[in-house]
């Protein structure tokens, strides 16, 4: 397993939309692991792997308090939403800034396991909203796009001068 490098906004990598896992091989199994250990070392509830530069259709999740309930979603697809729910989302890719956005409250997603093995989930809560935010990011679309054009501009420009004063200092 091995840590990964995280693009941050506004990188234009983290707008490529992401392709359809062909086959869950180990190759997928092995990035799956390093999509595990690169968020919780992060540390982050969710991690896409557009996030880190490889344009594949998965995602990991977990959302327990202790950290040790991973879910993995390859070639999510979202069946339903209903409700209406708005929440403060940060992103690993957007270091340091939290902002409401609105969301469904509840979600009904297909997708494959680690395994290949397809399965469908209803979720609501936290895992709704991080699930509804993953799979933005595998659609190219980043939290900062839910947010006024005015708070977007903010929040990158300030990206974008603490990239320049950090590899000035570097």
Request: charged share 30%; net charge negative; glycine share 6%.
């Amino acid at each position: 397993m091995a840590q990964l490098s995280i693009l941050h906004f506004p990188d234009p990598r983290l707008r490529k939309r992401a392709l359809p896992v062909e086959t869950v091989d180990e190759s997928v199994r092995a990035l799956v692991d390093d999509l595990l250990e690169t968020m919780y070392a992060a540390p982050g509830i969710g991690l896409a792997a557009t996030q880190v530069n490889v344009q594949k259709r998965i995602v990991v999740m977990d959302v327990s308090e202790g950290k040790n309930q991973p879910l993995v979603f390859i070639n999510p697809t979202v069946l339903g939403q209903t409700g209406e729910t708005e929440t403060d989302e940060g992103c690993l890719s957007v270091p340091g800034f939290y902002e409401a956005v609105r969301r469904a409250e509840r979600v009904r997603v297909s997708a494959l396991d680690r395994d290949g093995e397809p399965f469908e989930i209803d979720a609501s809560g936290l895992l709704a909203v991080c699930i509804q935010h993953e799979i933005d990011h595998l659609d190219g679309k980043l939290f900062v796009d839910h947010l006024s054009m005015l708070k977007r501009d903010r929040i990158r420009r300030k990206l974008e001068k603490q990239s320049r004063h950090e590899a000035r200092a570097a």
